[in-house]
């Protein structure tokens, strides 16, 4: 990804803590339907302040307003009487004849991109074609993947806080969008993946490039002269578009009943709340489907046989499937009406379809049923290489669950065609993601060795083959609840938030999936946006801090002066006047991952405990000990002396830096898939989450711990140094951004040569080697997807060393054995213990039985406590229960109290108050709750073939946790039960009486 520049700000920006996109808020918001729905009426009224109509004339095209729809559109031609929308349209009239070039040869996907972009790159303002960007949107924290061009550019370039890496500029972006999926394979135009030709340009006040006139006048000189399409072909309707807190007025434009292209004039910030604001700049943003264009031109039945090439017909071979052309070229006409976003009732459209095609419902669906599900599995394994290829993993959370949804829905047509064996089961289901990268290539350039990708589809196929059967549980418990019947609400709840494949429910349920179950998904989705949180102090009319821990991080003591004093606003110390910002400082304040500097400030003589540093804005706020008494007035101007404490700094300094080699060594261990998730930073350790799609093994530990030593050992030299952000992801590509994008033209760069380059701020060695030793500590799957490597490094990780070689010491002197045999020697202790244990159990359950049976046979004692020396109740809640029925019987009861547990069954409730005995132990424990059953039951393992008894009628009471037991045994004594020793094996326990 390289040659392009993300959003720009006028200074060198800091990046916040890793993790603060989780601090996110997030409110309830209007969908994009009812946003457009309440901007509509105002631009259709105010049309010609909104749309280029004088460019419209120019070029012969009137408006009209569509009798079918009531919108407004301009035609070329009065045989155009409606918009020119499939829906209007009721159908595509260019399938089975192609249209312009087309009627002459058939164009390819990869010429089809080379004339739009000539036509664009000559054009009387031209545009400049860069690469696309990558679909995974880490430069943002409010979408999780590119779903169209403007993507790349929101919100920074949008905003004019940075420029674009051309202006204008041309790209063809891969988007994906999973609102679609119910529509794949029918409708001819509708994918999950899909490439979009975009026009960016951005007009800022003081230099204006070109808008709607000209974007208007660019499209149609593309679709005329490059294309050859007649204008009476062309309709333009006018609209309204909004996405990614941006709005504007929009011009879409159909040929043949197709909607090619969408030319967005954006001029509006927009909110949750559906209120806007004026953008400073004026943004065109145009996106045409690249799909569209081929299938438009070559008039195939469906655009996937154009789009999918090699890869189509290599599967249709191993398959041995005939795509039958004939009902496609009658069908593709009328699919345009199966959207399910806007067919009123989709029955019916199929029964309307049928009918025109004079066969019934059964008939066709079952005529293309078998090409459509060939269609989805090469759509959705397109879509599936380029998000893991550009750093995204299938999961159960956030938008990795739509990516694990569609890979599984893929498995599952394939076992149910019957086509994995059939296209030679993992080995030919990975040749087809080597046909789509072939296929791209003419596009986006040569695809590097991914090694992890076979690993990542192996586990992917085998979780899926067996989905958690805890899963499944809840999913029959529901349908009991429901009574069989699935709602919308159930079906998302099992699918997004259980994680069960669509298949799996489908199964389960014997249910079909709701025909708009995908759409759904996206609108709610859609309802709740991220918003920043409120920030709590305004810092806009302050110079920006001096930063001194650049110039010099070993910098210790420094003098400053006061610039503004500030009440705190926070939780701690609420009110208080304790907040200082200088004109210089060189603590470090809390940021990308990084936890702050600590230390101390003399202010008036008086000495000041630094206990915060936060950055807010261009300013760095100090939060001290105790309150400033005086006006901020008095102490504006003041010297302070500050002292920074160096041993933390240097803690942190080499935890920093341990965390890039942590994190490319285990890019080199595990393979390309491994990205950086999230990190922190503290004196006494420090953890890095990376994308990973397993927990990592004991080997997979020491082949990264050692491989960050070796980096270490080999002393290599890290560069830290400014550069502008156009020329650094030239130099170094997207894997700048670990932690997120970093608004600001200049990136400060952290280099340790030949091994991990990245755009960071905090504080860093000068060379490998000053950090000394790293020891992984322990490592975890923190999320589906998200593996978190604990460790620390430096002095701290001398200490874990020790701390390490003092227990194996430990342990030879207590074995008595040499460092080499304490293997051998626990191993024989374990096995030995094992073997004991398990007697010790036995004999525990014989003295258990014997104790209770000389309970029961003593015919003077109905109530009696028994006193449990067991650390845990195991014994007693697997066992007790077999007693049930004869306490019944012979009408008595009995307790076990342990230091931590109560468990006890009386024949007749009256015998103990178990509210009473709740209330006993909730004076150590306020959360404690006695749990009580009127019936067990008990199955005798130890016989084979033994029926569950169960008992009826009687009082199970009992609960484990925090307790006083003498408390419990005081008044259980009180409720007269009492403890037997006669009749009772004194040497198998004993009771202590006061």
Same mark, same amino acid.
């Given at each position: ?44 009224? &105010? ?41 209007? *349209? ?8 192609? #249209? ?122 593309? !679709? ?22 941006? #709005?504007?007025?929009?011009? %879409? ?7 090619? /292209? ?13 209120? !806007? ?18 299938? $438009? ?8 046989? +154009? ?11 191993? *398959? ?5 052309? +004939? ?56 879509? *599936? ?89 809840? #999913? ?75 110039? +010099? ?7 400053? =002066? ?30 990308? /991952?990084? $936890? ?27 939060? !001290?000990?105790?309150? $400033? ?9 003041? &010297?302070?002396?500050?002292? @920074? ?42 953890? #890095?989450?990376?994308?990973?799609? =397993? ?9 990264? %711990? ?94 874990? !060393? ?35 244990? &398990? ?18 046979? &003593? ?5 009696? *406590? ?112 009492? @403890? ?15």
């Amino acid at each position: 990804y390289k040659g392009r520049s993300l959003p720009k700000s006028s200074s060198f920006s800091f990046r916040p803590m890793e993790g603060d996109s989780e601090s996110m808020q997030t409110v309830t918001a209007l969908t994009t339907k009812e946003i457009k729905a309440k901007y509509r009426p105002e631009f259709q009224k &105010n049309y010609e302040k909104y749309y280029p109509v004088s460019t419209f004339e120019k070029f012969g095209f009137s408006r009209a307003q569509c009798p079918k729809c009531n919108g407004y559109y301009w035609r070329h031609s009065e045989k155009a009487t409606t918009c020119g929308d499939s829906n209007c *349209l009721e159908s595509y009239t260019f399938i089975g004849k192609g #249209l312009g070039i087309g009627k002459e040869k058939k164009i390819t996907y990869q010429e089809a991109w080379k004339g739009f972009e000539k036509s664009l790159t000559t054009c009387r303002i031209p545009c400049k074609a860069i690469p696309r960007y990558p679909v995974v949107a880490r430069w943002r924290n409010d979408v999780d993947y590119v779903a169209a061009g403007i993507y790349c550019f929101q919100p920074y370039c949008v905003s004019g806080e940075m420029e674009a890496p051309e202006n204008p500029l041309i790209c063809p972006q891969f988007s994906v969008r999973f609102n679609d999926l119910d529509n794949i394979g029918i409708t001819g135009r509708h994918y999950s993946g899909f490439i979009m030709m975009g026009i960016q340009v951005f007009n800022f006040p003081n230099k204006f490039i070109f808008f709607g006139d000209e974007v208007v006048e660019f499209n149609l000189q593309w !679709l005329t002269e490059t294309l050859k399409i007649d204008p009476d072909e062309i309709t333009f309707t006018e609209d309204v578009w909004a996405g990614g807190g941006n #709005l504007g007025p929009c011009i %879409e434009y159909f040929i043949g009943g197709l909607e090619v /292209g969408n030319m967005v004039l954006m001029q509006f910030r927009s909110f949750p709340d559906g209120h !806007l604001e004026d953008l400073p700049v004026k943004v065109v943003d145009v996106g045409v489907g690249l799909e569209r264009v081929t299938w $438009l031109i070559n008039g195939t039945g469906t655009s996937y046989e +154009d789009t999918f090439g090699e890869a189509f017909f290599w599967f249709k071979e191993k *398959l041995g499937i005939e795509v039958k052309k +004939d009902i496609w070229e009658k069908f593709g006409p009328f699919s345009c009406q199966l959207n399910v976003e806007d067919a009123e009732n989709i029955d019916k459209t199929w029964e309307e379809i049928a009918a025109r095609l004079e066969m019934n419902v059964t008939e066709v669906k079952a005529a293309i049923e078998e090409t459509r599900d060939l269609y989805i599995v090469l759509d959705h394994t397109r879509t *599936l290489m380029i998000i893991i290829e550009d750093g995204s993993l299938p999961s159960n959370v956030g938008g990795g669950n739509n990516v694990r949804q569609i890979l599984r829905r893929v498995f599952a047509i394939l076992h149910k065609n019957n086509w994995w064996d059939k296209i030679g089961k993992m080995e030919g289901f990975l040749e087809i993601f080597g046909k789509h990268k072939k296929a791209l290539e003419p596009l986006f350039g040569e695809f590097k060795e991914y090694k992890s990708f076979p690993g990542i589809m192996e586990i992917e196929y085998n979780r899926w083959l067996t989905t958690d059967t805890e899963q499944a549980k809840k #999913l029959e418990k529901l349908l009991k609840k429901t009574k069989g019947k699935m709602g919308m609400d159930d079906w998302i709840l099992a699918v997004t938030s259980w994680g069960i494949p669509v298949d799996r429910v489908e199964a389960i349920s014997k249910s079909k999936v709701p025909n708009n179950f995908w759409q759904e998904i996206h609108e709610r989705q859609e309802r709740e946006q991220k918003v920043a949180p409120t920030q709590l102090y305004e810092t806009s009319n302050l110079e920006e801090t001096e930063n001194l821990y650049y110039q +010099d991080h070993k910098l210790y003591d420094f003098e400053a =002066q006061v610039v503004d004093v500030f009440v705190n606003k926070g939780k701690e110390m609420k009110g208080k006047r304790n907040i200082l910002i200088l004109n210089k400082s060189a603590f470090y304040p809390t940021s990308g /991952g990084q $936890l702050h500097d600590v230390g101390t400030l003399e202010v008036e003589g008086e000495t000041f405990n630094l206990i915060n540093c936060e950055k807010v804005g261009k300013a760095v706020l100090h939060y !001290l000990d105790k309150e $400033l008494l005086k006006s901020p007035e008095d102490y504006k101007g003041k &010297n302070v002396k500050c002292h @920074i404490d160096e041993t933390r700094r240097n803690q942190l300094r080499w935890h920093h830096t341990a965390t890039h080699i942590i994190y490319a060594s285990s890019r080199k261990i595990l393979g390309p898939h491994v990205w950086q998730n999230g990190a922190k930073k503290t004196p006494h350790e420090a953890h #890095l989450d990376i994308t990973h799609y =397993q927990a990592l093994s004991k080997e997979e530990e020491v082949q990264i %711990e050692n491989e960050a030593n070796q980096i270490i050992r080999k002393c290599v030299k890290i560069n830290k140094f400014l550069e502008g952000k156009p020329e650094a992801e030239k130099k170094y590509g997207f894997h700048l951004y670990q932690g997120g994008v970093i608004p600001g033209n200049t990136l400060r760069i952290v280099d340790i040569e030949g091994i991990d380059t990245e755009a960071c701020c905090g504080t860093h060695c000068d060379t490998s080697g000053e950090v000394g030793f790293i020891k992984l500590l322990k490592t975890q799957r923190i999320s589906d997807g998200i593996v978190r490597l604990t460790f620390c490094a430096g002095e701290r990780g001398l200490e874990e !060393l020790n701390v390490q070689t003092a227990i194996i010491n430990d342990l030879c002197k207590l074995w008595s054995v040499e460092q080499s045999k304490i293997v051998p020697t626990a191993d024989r202790f374990f096995k030995d213990y094992k073997k004991f244990s &398990n007697k010790v159990e036995k004999q525990d359950l014989q003295i258990l039985k014997l104790q209770v049976q000389g309970f029961l046979d &003593n015919p003077e004692s109905s109530k009696s *406590l028994f006193r449990s020396d067991h650390s845990n109740s195991k014994l007693y809640f697997s066992q007790l229960n077999q007693f049930a029925s004869e306490l019944k019987e012979k009408k008595k009861g009995f307790v076990f109290v342990g230091e931590s547990f109560v468990i006890g069954i009386v024949s007749d409730p009256s015998m103990v108050n178990a509210k009473e005995l709740e209330t006993i132990i909730k004076k150590t424990n306020e959360k404690a709750k006695v749990v009580v059953k009127n019936k067990v039951d008990y199955i005798n393992k130890e016989k084979k073939g033994s029926k569950k008894v169960e008992t009826k009628d009687i009082c199970h009471f009992s609960y484990a946790g925090k307790m006083n037991p003498q408390e419990v045994e005081s008044f259980l004594l009180e409720q007269k039960f009492s @403890i037997q020793l006669e009749n009772l094996p004194k040497t198998f326990f004993y009771c202590e009486l006061q």
